[in-house]
């Protein structure tokens, strides 16, 4: 593999940062590089206003989503050449993180799946930052399985053709800020659980739709509960057939383990340069054999991230999709961030404990480690993505599967099957 620019791709690069260096807010420069997953660094201005300014002056210039059609509002650029944008925006790169699901999740669902009209009506607004987009699969009650939801949709019975929606969603992040989401819901508990679902964007200001922000360890409300209460959704706003919504999912699942894991920053280079400034005995802590030693660790598994995502940009610069190897970056980075938070947080010692203004770096790798166990539940937990990997990468034997074939009404909620 050739990392080494061509000709083309240098001057795309050279054209990109002369750019960036013309219109990027520099004076948020110094928060932003103390930013941290799922985490803008931002406390000078509103991130979502900053962002929103950010995402509409990359698209009016022709920067923004720049693997979408035009058509779309996109600048119809190769795999190759989003990779060089995002190389050179680098700490501004945080600024665009409201847009993560809309952008990596949620639009090429609807581009896949939506009618040439809706295409055209969503897709531009979304690019362009005018609108915030989020994704409603999780629920209480089915956990990691998310083809045992209980989310319903029946069609009205006014003969409109809509749908009227009931339920619950959880771990929805975003959503307080969202105008739309992406929804998936059981339409038929008749047939077997993968068989009897249906996916739907809707208005997350639509009547009967209720966000609840949940407060998180770590002090942020990134996630979220909705509540659905005979939300109305017209049926145009389906995406694929009825039934049909398992697989209209995948297409969001396999750009999401691409989006979060080619996305996902461990810290490593955070955690390296404290290992500089903090002390041992005395001397810098990165003289120490042991400091040393789980450096090199941390390092060649950063490297191995790095060059397995290289491996998913060269899939795309073919023309291939997104594939569930993908699914390998997200795993190990969600352990490496955790990894590394409680062994930045151990060179700290008594001080790793205090969580306030006089915390060692600001408080950070407390932050970090307090956001760090989400990161390997979101987007697939560690033990669904092994599964992936396993099964789907490997060609191990599949997890045996009792509720396969069972018609989803029939399945027991509790330990005990229904006499």
């Not at 699901?101 to 362009?128: D, F, N, Y």
């Not at 249906?198 to 200001?205: K, R």
């Not at 080619?262 to 041992?280: H, K, L, N, Q």
């Amino acid at each position: 593999m050739d990392f080494n620019d061509t000709p083309e791709e240098a001057a795309f690069r050279a054209e990109v940062r002369a750019w960036i260096d013309a219109n990027a807010p520099k004076h948020l420069e110094p928060e932003l590089r103390r930013a941290s997953f799922a985490s803008s660094g931002l406390v000078s201005e509103d991130p979502v206003t900053a962002g929103k300014a950010w995402q509409k002056k990359k698209a009016e210039a022709g920067w923004a989503c720049l693997h979408w059609p035009k058509e779309y509002g996109g600048a119809a650029r190769s795999p190759i050449e989003r990779v060089i944008w995002s190389q050179e925006e680098g700490p501004y790169a945080s600024l665009s993180g409201i847009f993560i699901i809309g952008h990596g999740m949620c639009g090429p669902t609807v581009m896949a799946w939506a009618s040439e009209e809706q295409k055209q009506a969503r897709l531009p607004p979304l690019a362009s930052g005018e609108e915030i987009w989020c994704q409603l699969f999780s629920e209480p009650a089915s956990g990691s399985d998310l083809a045992g939801l209980r989310t319903r949709a029946v069609r009205a019975d006014d003969g409109s053709g809509d749908w009227i929606v009931n339920g619950q969603k959880i771990w929805t992040s975003g959503a307080q800020h969202s105008d739309w989401g992406l929804l998936i819901a059981r339409t038929d508990p008749d047939v077997p659980k993968h068989r009897g679902l249906t996916m739907f964007f809707l208005s997350m200001h639509a009547p009967g739709v209720k966000v609840v922000p949940i407060k998180q360890a770590n002090g942020a409300s990134g996630f979220n509960e909705v509540y659905f209460t005979d939300v109305r959704i017209p049926d145009a706003q389906r995406l694929g057939a009825v039934g049909q919504g398992w697989q209209v999912s995948l297409t969001t699942l396999m750009n999401e383990r691409l989006s979060i894991g080619a996305g996902m920053s461990t810290g490593f280079p955070d955690v390296f340069r404290y290992c500089m400034e903090a002390e041992i005995d005395g001397r810098p802590a990165v003289e120490d054999a042991n400091v040393r030693s789980k450096l090199a660790q941390f390092a060649v598994r950063e490297s191995g991230l790095r060059y397995t995502g290289m491996r998913a940009i060269s899939a795309l610069s073919k023309g291939e999709t997104p594939g569930p190897e993908n699914s390998i970056g997200k795993l190990v980075a969600g352990a490496t961030m955790q990894e590394l938070a409680m062994f930045a947080l151990d060179l700290q010692g008594e001080a790793g404990i205090v969580w306030d203004g006089d915390s060692p770096q600001n408080g950070r790798f407390q932050s970090v480690l307090m956001r760090s166990p989400a990161t390997r539940i979101e987007g697939g937990s560690d033990e669904i993505l092994r599964n992936i990997i396993g099964e789907r990468v490997l060609g191990l034997p599949g997890d045996i599967r009792v509720d396969k074939d069972v018609p989803f009404r029939e399945i027991p909620t509790s330990g005990r099957r229904k006499g």
